[in-house]
Nanobody, 126 residues
Framework: VQLQASGGGLVQAGGSLTLSCAAS????????MGWFRQAPGKEREFVGA????????DYADSVKGRFTISRDNAKNTIYLLMNSLKPEDTALYYC????????????????????WGQGTQVTVSS
């Protein structure tokens, strides 16, 4: 499976961006799909993840209420809608896929994910 992330860019604080992650080269289900981010000099950080059915989504506390994951299985694409962006959200954002399914309690364990996209840069100016 190949993952292609896109949609990053430069936005002012308080603004919004939607990232996309398109999967190809395999069936889209049943994968757990996750978003992670990494800022310069910092560890990779869990952002959120979603089960293949879309009924078990979880987010990092730092983005809860601001970010939303959605997916379109017909298009083999998952999205990350980011609202109320803050300068501390600035990072390289990665999408990842895991099979077999990752239990919700392990969504944040990046070692559980088998496939990774190339990353898309999000920069939030103050």
């Amino acid at each position: 499976v190949q993952l292609q992330a896109s949609g990053g860019g430069l936005v002012q604080a308080g603004g919004s961006l939607t990232l996309s992650c398109a999967a190809s080269g395999g069936t889209f289900r049943p994968y757990t799909m996750g978003w992670f981010r990494q800022a310069p000099g910092k560890e990779r950080e869990f952002v959120g993840a979603d089960s293949w059915s879309g009924d078990s989504t979880d987010y990092a506390d730092s983005v809860k209420g601001r970010f939303t994951i959605s997916r379109d299985n017909a298009k083999n694409t998952i999205y990350l809608l980011m609202n109320s962006l803050k300068p501390e959200d600035t990072a390289l954002y990665y999408c990842a896929a895991a099979t077999p399914l990752v239990p919700r309690r392990s969504y944040s364990d990046y070692g559980r994910y088998d496939y990774w996209g190339q990353g898309t840069q999000v920069t939030v100016s103050s």
